[in-house]
């Protein structure tokens, strides 16, 4: 009698991590979970000099369409908020993961309870070293100054990638 392994083989391609150069350009994606924008609307308030800041939606549990992909891919960055959850988690580090291999570099902000799973899921496919961040948790449901309050220390995270 023989006996079959049910584990396949795989071959995991590698996925490279984009450089982040000078700025001029920053795209904002906002996958319209509760108070992402509030994150996203902090961000280039902080940031110096003249770059231009466009601004981009997808649904939360779904991937971002090719058109938004290929949109946001005219930019120096791509910033991608906010993973708080398992699923909206997986489609923010796959389009994340996409755009790097468009040559965007890419910063995606997860909470602290999912950002774990976050760099799970990059390595997995292939991206040890895709950049994420992390934003206390939780995010939803709670007032705007709070939101901002937790958004200061991400953001003191994200110049740590953009200097």
Known sequence: MMIL???????KKE??????GKIEKITLFNNTKPNADIILEEIPKSLKGNIKILRS?????????????QEAAQSDLCILALGDCGSCT???????????????????????????????????HGAPKLR???IKHPIAGLEKQKVIKKTKQTIKDIKKHIR
Do not use: H, M
């Open 132 to 134: 994420i961040v992390e």
């Open 90 to 124: 997986t489609w923010l580090i796959l389009d994340a993961l996409r755009l790097e291999k468009t040559g965007t570099p890419t910063i995606t902000i997860c909470s602290d309870k999912f950002s774990k799973f976050a760099k799970e899921l990059a390595t997995a």
């Open 5 to 11: 392994s049910p584990l396949a083989e795989t071959e």
């Open 15 to 20: 996925t490279s991590i984009n450089r982040i």
């Open 57 to 69: 939606t997808k649904p939360a549990g779904a991937p971002a369409t090719d058109k938004k992909i």
